[in-house]
């Protein structure tokens, strides 16, 4: 009995101080208390807390990931959006800006590329290219519109029964991809009111008359261009034009009722479409077409008398083109010229 009572209690009582002996009676009470509280007895009312181990430890680890990849390309498509608004907002700029008209023309030329290259050569789309430029620079939008519709109403009117002037000798150079020095030839007198419009030379008095003459000048040149292909292809009789004598078709000079018929209709298509962007009023949309047939009879007079004849070698259909859209946009301003002065 001894020893089961000195295995139960291995130091006996009598060992333990007793409070009587202690300086600090409450030091076991404040171990007591602090004890239970390090070791605090699970709660019932978590059932997970009887687990030994937390039930967090058993389920799966998320994946660790590294934020940082994320940030440069959010900051790469902020910069990308940025770009772009700033690009819109430039080619969207008025009055236009020489930075504007390069980035439109630079975009409108690589979407309409496939055009391009069906009607130019890689140096006309070069002139192309500056053409559209000083254009966009001096009438913005509308201006470029207006050359973009007269340069695919010409090349479509080239390429009718391409095969049958093919086969007669009377197509056009390249099958009608034409050079620098026909898309030069055939805006000149347009580039010159685009110049005189930028300057502002003359002032706000003749800035209409410039752009009066722009319109003209394409309007000119689109009605000699579809005269003259549509003539070669369904021309039944060609006559010279100083003569009235039937000669073969594509003979300079030459004119026939199916290409003049062609031409005016042109022309007219044209003028209407530019009144219709706002680049020219009523009145002035008839005038260049009146222009435009009176300039393309004096091409022709040109062409039959003088063009590569002996002392005019110089004289070819590039220079001829020259003379004729400059007579169109001439015209063109004198008309309004004298309307304006008959009215007052």
């Known amino acids: 009995m001894e020893s089961a009572t000195s295995w139960s209690n291995p130091l006996p009582l009598s060992s333990l101080p007793s409070p009587s002996h202690s300086r600090h009676p409450s030091a076991f009470k404040f171990m007591a208390f602090s004890t239970l509280h390090t070791f605090s007895l699970p709660s019932l009312s978590s059932p997970s807390s009887f687990h030994p181990f937390p039930l967090s430890s058993l389920s799966p680890k998320p994946t660790s990931f590294n934020p940082r990849p994320l940030f440069p390309r959010t900051m790469h498509a902020s910069r990308i959006q940025d770009a772009v608004g700033g690009a819109l907002a430039l080619v969207q700029s008025s009055p236009a800006t020489w930075q504007s008209a390069l980035l439109s023309n630079a975009l409108i030329f690589f979407l309409g590329s496939p055009i391009l290259v069906s009607g130019l050569s890689l140096s006309g789309i070069g002139a192309a290219f500056l053409l559209g430029t000083l254009t966009w620079r001096a009438f913005g939008p509308s201006g470029f519109f207006l050359v973009a519709t007269y340069f695919v109403i010409g090349t479509a009117a080239t390429k009718v029964k391409m095969a049958q002037k093919v086969a007669q000798g009377v197509a056009e150079k390249k099958r009608g991809r ?167």
């Not at 319109?215 to 070669?232: H, N, P, Q, W």
């Not at 021309?235 to 300079?252: A, I, M, N, Q, S």
């Open 178 to 344: 034409r050079g620098p020095g026909s898309v030069i030839g055939s805006s000149a007198a347009g580039c010159i009111c685009a110049f005189l419009t930028i300057f502002g030379v003359g002032g706000e008095a003749f800035s209409r008359l410039w752009r009066l003459g722009f319109v003209a000048s394409f309007c000119t040149k689109l009605s000699d261009t579809v005269s003259s292909e549509i003539g070669k292809a369904y021309g039944k009789t060609t006559y010279l034009v100083t003569t009235f004598k039937v000669v073969p078709r594509g003979t300079e000079g030459a004119v026939s009722v199916e290409g003049t018929l062609a031409g005016i209709l042109a022309s007219i298509v044209l003028a209407f479409v530019s009144f219709l962007i706002g680049e020219v009023g009523s009145h002035e949309a008839i005038i260049c077409v009146l222009a435009a047939q009176i300039a393309n009879l004096g091409e022709s007079i040109i062409g039959a008398a003088l063009q590569e004849k002996e002392g005019f070698k110089w004289l070819n259909n590039d220079a001829v083109n020259v003379i004729n859209i400059s007579m169109g946009s001439i015209i063109a301003v004198f008309m309004q010229q004298a309307l304006q002065i008959w009215g007052s």
